[in-house]
């Protein structure tokens, strides 16, 4: 039986591991799974702060882009990595609020299987037309919307995804019946919408901002507390009575459940700090967004309440999920 000398140096031994474990770390490439396809505004905020994040901590922050299941493929890839720092994923609402909220059987757990590190950035939600089509806003576009039933499609990034919620709560909220066409992410999406294949969009509004500014989408209202600097002339949802979808949308970063502690505050700290850098801010805010930045506790507590209630519109819209969808 070992001597309790023995047993004091050895527990010594194993505290004295941990602080060195997070200095040492990241010694090699870690890897960040965006869980939809490049372009969309996912992948737009998740380069800019991987690429701030490489500056940082030393080591190449690598974009993976995962995309399918409405975001679930890649929030999967991400909760069934090794927790050990060097595979992390971009959380949304969508991956981590509506997606679950409508297939439980989707592989994760939204809370129990992620280690949150921070939010990065808020951003509102925009609905969108093809140009071609003769609306110029909201009231005209209810009207079109009346006098066509079943007629009109709206583009999402996905089955389950916030903006599928979006779409179905706006039909709801107006009485109008619209055909849902999945993408497997905005930016396909977006692509077939400008081509006049599919006449509205709901996305958020990094991944649509460069197209309405070059004029290949039409604005019709967005999802944010105020009207936008970018966007004067366009209403809020809440300005045009429908407030339940006036909710804008987040991006967060997350690491595999049972991360080391040490390891998620090194995170957590590097990410703040890239997050107040006067470039990164400018930079997510030209695309559309509003920087955030929170403790690990605060974006748990956020996640835990996104899904809540993303629980709840799902269970009111009788909302299921379709695997043989995007």
């Known amino acids: 039986m070992p001597s309790n000398k023995s047993l004091f140096a050895l527990v010594a031994g194993l505290m004295l591991l941990l602080p060195v474990q997070a200095q040492n770390y990241p010694n090699k490439p870690i890897k960040m799974i965006i869980p939809f396809p490049p372009g969309g505004a996912t992948d737009i905020v998740g380069r800019i702060v991987a690429e701030a994040l490489t500056k940082e901590l030393g080591q190449p922050v690598v974009v993976d882009n995962r ?5 679930g493929i890649g929030a999967m890839a991400t909760a069934k990595a090794a927790p050990d720092g060097y595979t992390l994923g971009i959380a949304t609402v969508g991956t981590h609020g509506t997606n679950p909220a409508c ?11 992620f280690a949150p590190v921070s939010n990065l950035a808020r951003t509102p939600n925009v609905l969108t037309m093809f140009p071609g089509v ?5 009231q005209e576009l209810l009207a079109l919307l009346k006098k066509n039933p ?8 996905g089955t389950c995804g916030v903006h599928h919620l979006t779409g179905a709560l706006f039909t709801s909220l107006t009485g109008t019946d619209m055909i849902h066409i999945p993408y497997r992410g ?4 977006l692509t077939d919408v400008m081509g006049g294949h599919v006449e509205l969009f709901f996305d958020s509004l990094p991944g649509s901002l460069p197209s309405i500014q070059n004029n290949r989408l039409r604005p019709i209202a967005v999802a944010w507390d105020k009207r936008l600097d970018a966007l004067p002339n366009v209403p809020t949802y809440a300005e045009i009575g429908l407030k339940p979808i006036n909710e804008a949308v987040w991006y967060g ?31 997510i805010v030209q695309s559309g967004s509003e920087p955030a930045g929170t403790t690990p506790a605060e974006f748990g507590a956020e996640v835990k309440a996104t899904l809540e209630r993303m629980k709840n519109i ?13």
């Open 253 to 283: 970063l997350v690491a595999p459940a049972k991360t080391p502690d040490d390891i998620i505050r090194k995170l957590n700290a590097a990410t703040l700090k890239v997050l107040a850098l006067p470039e990164v801010k400018e930079r």
């Open 67 to 71: 995309s399918g299941g409405g975001g």
């Open 186 to 189: 905005s930016g396909p999406a």
């Open 134 to 138: 003769s609306v110029k806003n909201y």
């Open 103 to 113: 297939n439980s059987k989707g592989g994760y757990d939204a809370v129990q299987d």
């Open 314 to 326: 799902v269970k009111a819209q009788g909302i299921t999920f379709d695997p043989s969808g995007p």
């Open 150 to 157: 079943g007629k009109l499609r709206y583009a999402t990034g």
